[in-house]
């Protein structure tokens, strides 16, 4: 039923709600660290988060602070 509401599943959409919400925290806060933004964002491994941000952003999450 949801994805027939939004047109997307339900794990993809919580997943690109939390890579969004950890873009605006690494754009806030130039000098956060990844874990603490993994965490906050509900991602106990950092390697792993910062390899779903790579996937969705294109860029690791350091990358995507640097532009």
């Known amino acids: 039923m949801f994805s027939k509401e939004t047109g997307t599943g339900l794990f993809q959409y919580i ?22 933004v993994a965490a906050a964002v509900g991602f106990d491994d950092p390697y792993f988060f910062s390899r779903k941000f790579k996937d ?12």
């Open 15 to 36: 997943n690109e709600v939390r890579m969004k919400r950890a873009g605006e925290m690494i754009r806030s806060n130039k000098q956060v660290y990844i874990k603490e």
């Open 56 to 67: 969705f952003y294109g860029k690791t999450p350091s990358e995507y602070a640097e532009a």
